[in-house]
């Protein structure tokens, strides 16, 4: 399922893939895997995209 909230919260920092990415050790890739759903990150990949994102576990990855 893709990340909708994911790509948003980025979006809203005018934060680009591949900055974000950059700001958490992963590549670009893996970015976009993961807001297009077609990788289930790790519970510390998650965390470390939201202490980035400024947003809480709930409101990136659950429903």
């Known amino acids: 399922m893709k990340n909708l909230k994911l790509k948003a919260a980025r979006a809203a920092l005018d934060m680009s893939q591949q900055a ?4 958490i050790g992963v590549s670009r890739q893996t970015i976009n895997a993961i807001e297009k759903g077609d990788y289930n990150p790790t519970i510390r990949l998650c965390i470390a995209i939201c202490k980035v994102l400024g947003k809480s576990l709930d409101e ?4």
């Open 20 to 23: 974000l990415a950059d700001a």
């Open 60 to 63: 990136l990855f659950w429903e």
